[in-house]
């Protein structure tokens, strides 16, 4: 079964930092673009990353850019997200989600569950 | 930047019934639409890609058309389970960027 099960989220102060781990398992890692994206809480989605299949290529939103980290590790099937300098604005359920074709452009097509990531003092 | 707006806000259907949702781009986006269902508590679901094309095993009575800045889910006759927010997406060539539209709420009328 293909599946993508995140963690790492928690209650953080303001300007402080988290990483977000989303383990891939039931098909090939190495093979897939990979991409985080950001539900605040009520509210509608928002693409935040995607890097491509080998790691070698990075995308940011406006928002997270300078801020956030994409990175992922093949070898573990792990797609990771480095948060610091985090803000109020940045509460919000993160998702995983690998790509159509696995290739870094197009739908996100198999989700995981979400973290839940909260900033607050 | 392009902006999606989806309409409308919510969508008041009977079971048995067709549901129409629209997406439109404020400038042309081509085929690069993607169609999700989000249900409370879940991740959301991939429905529809490249404007038209059902992903895996999404049942045909959801169907995608339009290209351009016009776009349309179908949903020919909803079902208890069809009862959700549905999200379009538009996905950038270069640089890769995925823009989302507010969402459509469909509830039971």
């Known amino acids: 079964e293909v599946q993508l099960l995140e963690s790492g989220g928690d209650l953080v102060q303001p300007g402080g930092s988290l990483r977000l781990s989303c383990a891939a398992s039931g098909f090939t890692f190495s093979n897939y673009a990979m991409s985080w994206v950001r539900q605040a809480p009520g509210k509608g989605l928002e693409w935040v990353s995607s890097i491509s299949s080998n790691g070698g290529i990075t995308f940011y939103g406006d928002s997270v850019k300078g801020r956030f980290t994409i990175s992922r590790d093949n070898s573990k099937n792990t797609l990771y997200l480095q948060m610091k300098s985090l803000r109020a604005e940045d509460t919000a359920v993160f998702y995983c989600?690998?790509?159509?074709?696995?290739?870094?452009?197009?739908?996100?097509?198999?989700w995981g569950q979400g973290t839940k990531v909260t900033v607050s003092s | 930047e392009i902006v999606m707006t989806q309409s409308p806000v919510t969508l008041s259907v009977s079971p048995g019934e067709r549901a129409t949702l629209s997406c439109r781009a404020s400038?042309?986006?081509?085929?690069?639409l993607a169609w999700y269902q989000q249900k409370p508590g879940q991740a959301p679901r991939l429905l529809i890609y490249d404007a038209s094309t059902r992903a895996t095993d999404i049942p045909a009575r959801f169907s995608g058309s339009g290209s351009g800045t016009e776009f349309t889910l179908t949903i020919s006759s909803l079902q208890s389970e069809d009862f959700a927010v549905y999200y379009c997406q538009h996905y950038n060539n270069w640089p890769p960027r995925w823009t989302f539209g507010q969402g459509t709420k469909v509830e039971i009328k």
């Open positions: 989600a690998s790509m159509v074709r696995g290739v870094i452009r197009g739908a996100f097509e198999i």
């Open positions: 400038q042309s986006v081509s085929s690069d």
